[in-house]
């Protein structure tokens, strides 16, 4: 007999569908990306979290050098102004921001790893 609780089947989720997006939406308005993901999954960033979490050589610096992120700058309304969102092949976004940045690339497997939900929030800081 099947149950019928809904209880979810114990076997691990395979590592692609947690990092594949369904679908993304950045919504210029309300300055937000949101992600769905082929797990069912979904994940909401504000612009202002995503732009912290840039993670071009610029922002955070290369070859063990500091980048101008981890100088803890102020960031000023355009540097935090999602303009537009590119895909990068099949495994990142680039967004460019009001101030002209978008050398960034965020690949899926980070932006998922960073997910600002409380269960991913928990999950960080337990591990
Ligand atoms: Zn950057
Ligand atoms: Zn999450």
Request: aromatic share 8%; hydrophobic share 30%.
């Amino acid at each position: 007999m099947t149950s019928s609780t809904g209880a979810p089947i114990d076997r691990p989720m395979p590592a692609g569908e947690r990092t594949t997006p369904t679908r993304i939406h950045a919504d210029r308005a309300a300055g937000t990306l949101s992600i769905d993901w082929a797990d069912g999954h979904s994940t909401i960033y504000n612009a202002h979290d995503l732009r912290w979490l840039c993670p071009c050589a610029f922002c955070r610096g290369e070859a063990g050098l500091p980048g101008w992120l981890d100088t803890s700058p102020t960031l000023t309304p355009d540097q935090t102004r999602l303009e537009d969102v590119h895909l990068v092949g099949s495994y990142a976004i680039a967004p460019t921001w009001g101030d002209g940045h978008h050398t960034g690339y965020y690949p899926f497997a980070l932006l998922r790893e960073r997910c600002s939900c409380p269960e991913d929030t928990q999950r960080r800081t337990r591990s």
